[in-house]
């Protein structure tokens, strides 16, 4: 049977992200990118990519503009065009640039000359995998088990998860897409068009969210809560290994921190002459923050001696400065607790997390990257049953929320629209339960263990 042409503006994603403009063609091809006639009016290295589509070019356009708007590390692409001809006269052109991708109806020029194209090695697996920052560290631990199988794996996410695994010395090559580059309705077609270049492909995407974690588009989302509990509440790793193929051994589903990123890790644990406590003040979702964050951080400064440094993104400065204040009203001296919300980049933050005696904070991603790790976490769990995120890692306690009817939903949740909230704390029943007794004796018991150690 012969092969379908697949469509090569599928092929043109990893070339054409950020900043892209499009010459020639009745529309834009993506939604990104933006369709001009003559490029005369932008400035010097404006943009990422350059995409020349079709045979009639209009007017006023000259090759050498085209090369002059480009990044210094930016692409010139050739689409719905022929390919051979295109390459001829573009290596005329432009001598300096390098071939990144040619296939039917597609030329990638590139000034950047890692990108120069190579021969697709044997036994070549793509694994796709978009989804949040756990999920490339849940995801981690499969690259190993099929490089052991033989196969060369090229990595396809998105950004900004896609630094997770950069570092992973398992992933050969990445292939990266911004956030939602490719419509939802076309990722089937697109999915199937790269898959085309590969030997095997294990898709992940949706191997959790969707199946294990339900959306509010799916009939399964208003399953009773049994139901779904029943049906839904496998383990994530295990799960994520079950659709890759590969054995169940979790022991590489870590986060590859660099050398540099330890020494600095290292350095800023030093400073503290005390234990230490990194706590994940929120995660992505309406269910991933304690509303009791400030009177387990003033019962933490009253009874023991250690430091508490709070992680999170820009979202989450305000809930801590909520909680340091409210501390500050129950204790006084807040100088232990280091304000880090919106300061540390993520990487930086799991390798510090690393270096911690104890890892607080509910299902997120800084909690994944040291799941494997030795010292103590404390998860406050929310939309996960027991064991589904915890199974497999090493020295965790989970905060079961056990009083809240609605635990385990096994959902996802982005508003209250059906998440059950806490009126008086504005938090997620869920969270809103959980006694902060609760949480500071198991934080204590994991200082304490890390202390006798």
Excluded at 29 to 54: Q, Y
Excluded at 269 to 296: E, M, N, T
Aim: glycine residues 6%; aromatic residues 8%; charged residues 25%.
């Amino acid at each position: 049977m012969q092969k379908k042409i697949q469509n090569p503006k599928w092929f043109s994603v990893p070339f054409t992200r950020g900043k892209v403009m499009q010459i020639g063609g009745d529309a834009a091809l993506f939604n990104h990118w933006k369709k001009t006639g003559d490029v005369s009016i932008i400035k010097d290295g404006a943009l990422d990519a350059l995409v020349i589509c079709g045979e009639e070019i209009p007017a006023n356009n000259s090759p050498a503009e085209w090369e002059r708007v480009v990044k210094a590390d930016g692409n010139i692409v050739f689409i719905n065009s022929d390919e051979n001809e295109a390459e001829q006269n573009a290596k005329h052109l432009w001598p300096d640039m390098v071939v990144a991708k040619k296939r039917y109806g597609l030329l990638v020029m590139s000034k950047n000359k890692e990108l120069a194209e190579k021969p697709k090695p044997k036994n070549s697996c793509l694994v796709i995998r978009y989804g949040a920052w756990g999920d490339q560290i849940i995801c981690a631990g499969v690259f190993p088990l099929l490089k052991e199988q033989g196969h060369h794996i090229t990595l396809n996410c998105q950004t900004p998860q896609d630094i997770i695994n950069a570092t992973n010395p398992h992933v050969d090559e990445m292939m990266v897409q911004d956030r939602d580059q490719v419509d939802n309705d076309d990722l089937l077609e697109y999915w199937n068009a790269i898959a085309t270049e590969y030997d095997k492909v294990i898709n992940l995407s949706e191997s959790i969210e969707g199946e294990l974690l339900l959306s509010s588009d799916s009939a399964k989302f208003f399953w009773p809560q049994s139901a779904r509990h029943k049906l839904f509440n496998a383990n994530y790793m295990e799960r994520t290994h079950d659709v890759a193929g590969v054995k169940h051994n979790f022991s590489r589903s870590v986060f590859y921190a660099t050398s540099d990123e330890r020494a600095k890790a290292k350095e800023i644990r030093q400073r503290f002459d005390a234990p230490l406590i990194c706590w994940a003040v929120a995660g992505s979702a309406v269910h991933k923050w304690y509303p009791h964050v400030g009177k387990v951080l003033a019962k933490l400064l009253a009874e023991t001696d250690a430091y508490i440094m709070l992680m999170g993104d820009d979202e989450a400065i305000a809930l801590q400065d909520s909680a340091i204040a409210e501390a500050q009203e129950i204790y006084g001296d807040v100088s232990r607790i280091a304000a880090q919300c919106g300061t540390l980049p993520m990487r930086g933050s799991m390798a510090i997390a690393d270096t911690a005696d104890v890892v607080v904070g509910p299902e997120t991603g800084l909690l994944n990257a040291v799941g494997r790790s030795k010292n103590h976490k404390v998860v406050l769990v929310s939309h996960s049953g027991k064991g589904q995120l915890t199974k497999h890692w090493i020295n965790a306690k989970e905060i079961l929320p056990e009083k809240a009817p609605c635990f385990p939903c096994h959902r996802l949740h982005f508003s209250f629209e059906h998440c059950s909230k806490d009126e008086q704390t504005g938090a997620s029943l869920c969270n809103a339960v959980i006694e902060p007794e609760t949480i500071f004796k198991a934080i204590k018991n994991g200082l304490h263990k890390s202390s006798s150690k």
